[in-house]
DNA sequence: GATGAATGAGAATTCATTCAT
DNA sequence: GATGAATGAATTCTCATTCAT
């Protein structure tokens, strides 16, 4: 692997070449199929129906390949909470759609998010890290409409992203169940310093 | 890389034979300074201060060795948790000293914790992931003294553990700070019910 | 070494690769002169012109050049009996012919016969062994003109077989003596009930 | 592997030491199951339950092993046959007691003694090797008594003997069949110049 | 005499990258 | 523009052999 170009050459400027969307479409699945170890070019290639060749015109190295896919996600990411970004926090049917669009958006390619995450933090800019969490965390806001401080924020989120995680992991079989969603729901809101939300009655 | 066996043989029973220790020391001293690219077989060996041929003695092969560096840190968090099990659960002291010890294990190699933390995610099977949780999560009771629900202590227990390992793997700056200790233990005691410790005011 | 493909990949379908042909012809001539121990893949690709990839790209892992190799001479005795087909079985020259372009097969490389033809016994599934011979034994009548038993056409093929098998296997030195060559003759005429070729004055 | 002494040592003078044996019965055992690629000190010193130190004890090297093992075959192959030695070869009965006597030698352990014999080939002193198949040869004669010509009596052996190691080796069901046993009779018979023997009505 | 932990040279195999077609 | 065969440095892993206890 020599320097890097990002995305080099782009042809015809138009980096929406259906190519690169292959590839990066071929790469989380192959990411998610047969994990960090078994991605390498030549399936990649394979996967993605084009010739190792290709690969290279469009990516300098397999590293950009990942941190590509990285940035992809992140950006996907941050997307999904765009809409939400000056909610009205009070609102319980607003923290419920936040937690159900996080178990979406970690419903499928754990490994593939993992380890375009995990490329990105390896090798890509530091700075360019906080880009896909960020506007979610500082659209926190806290119960007197105070929004939260960067940590409480990146605690917060990534509480109940990792509660999420480790359902998924440890292959919980209560992750879709009502109980799993409100109680982290609460411990959302509960950080917030809204009032507990009562508890069902148990199923 | 064939299948496994965990820790290959372990001769005459005493799992303690320094040698695993002495690798495993290795093992985090060459993640930290060579990151996991350069995370090799020979470097290892000649860093541990012992033959190749040694090392797969005690691990049937390269991943084996991260597992066994990933289980290391597993068993901090269930160790920290651990301490839990007896403790009044309402003494702020005792939650604030569990968060502090996991904070500083791993002797603050981050990278090291990174890859032994990826390895582990990687390749732990289900089962293991959970081990050593059951009895912290049985013996959680919240505010008022009543036990919490199998699901309301996997959340609560998972979440901490999540933020921790989120600010680990994304190395985080404030890992270590006083504030990111104080919002985890905030977290877990709104969860439970206690009255929100105050913040402090900002550094 | 994992599992096999026997040729892997085959490039273009061409399986006449002409690469395929010169790996094979150095693996004989390797083999013939460095013995089963000096026979590694390194030396191969050496003596072969290519990389070690290229070994790679068209056999998924060592045994399997052996094995190429072993069929190689399994080939030979189907050639050899396939000739017998069509054939008048009484007619001696041709029975002579077909073991005599059988022993003079794979030039004479006795090291490299013999460890073919084991890397074939020890790796070749009984079906494929059977391979081939099918029809030559249907072909196979006695002096009468009656065809043999399915069981007598297997000992007649396999015996002849066996006897020039062995006579490479321990690396005969009468191999190719004609004395070796009229007893087989002799033998296969004999059982098929032909009166017996005289034999000639030792030289 | 640097000279070699043969056997090393032998304590006591007395060669027949117990552990040479519990090593070459074991050697055996492990080459029957695992094939030559699977034999290897290490594997054998456990299935022999002693240390590799004691196998360096006995043996100079690994091939001295095999070598020993070779020889242990031929010799009993040369003992079986002892007594048929000077015996009156028109005698239908003991004729087929002769491919008794090879069916069952054949019968067990075909890749131990095809690696024994094949490591014997690749390393013994080849004048050496002639000694387990010479005896039987050598008391071969054909229908008028004439002791056959070194090369005949090979072909004959060796032709038997192939047709009995293809049926195992293709797992021919008919291996332990009348017709089959039959027919191996018939071949030796015709070849030494005996009438043909009947064959019998079709089951 | 026996043990088995340690050694380390050597071998097999992988895979990112290039470049002639 | 695309292809995919070829490359070969780098890496993982094996196993015969030694020797301190």
Redesign the pocket.
């Known amino acids: ?2 320097a890097a170009e990002k995305t080099r050459k782009i ?2 400027q138009r980096r929406s070449h259906a ?1 690169i969307e292959v590839v990066l479409e071929a790469a989380a699945q192959l990411l998610e199929s047969a994990g960090e ?1 078994g991605f ?3 399936a990649l290639a394979e996967r993605a129906g ?5 690969l ?2 469009y990516f300098p ?2 590293q950009a390949i990942l941190a590509a896919l990285g940035r992809r996600e992140h950006d996907a990411y941050a997307a999904a909470h765009a809409a939400m970004r000056a909610g009205e926090t009070g609102d319980l049917a607003l923290d419920r759609a936040v937690i159900r669009t996080f178990l979406h958006a970690f419903g499928g390619r754990t490994k593939a998010r993992r380890a375009a995450v995990a490329a990105l933090l390896a090798h890509a800019d530091p700075a360019e890290l906080s880009a896909g969490y960020g506007p979610v965390e500082m659209s926190l806001v806290d119960a007197d409409g105070a929004p939260l401080s960067p940590i409480a924020a990146f605690v917060l989120t990534r509480a109940v992203q990792g509660a999420m995680r480790a359902a998924v992991m440890e292959d919980a079989d209560f992750l879709h169940s009502q109980e799993f969603e409100d109680e982290l729901v609460r411990l959302g809101r509960l950080y917030l310093g809204h009032a507990a939300p009562k508890r069902r009655a148990p199923t």
Chains 1, 2, 3, 4 share one sequence.
């Open positions: 692997m020599k042809p015809t190519t170890a390498n070019t030549n084009v010739s190792v060749g290709t290279y015109r190295n397999k």
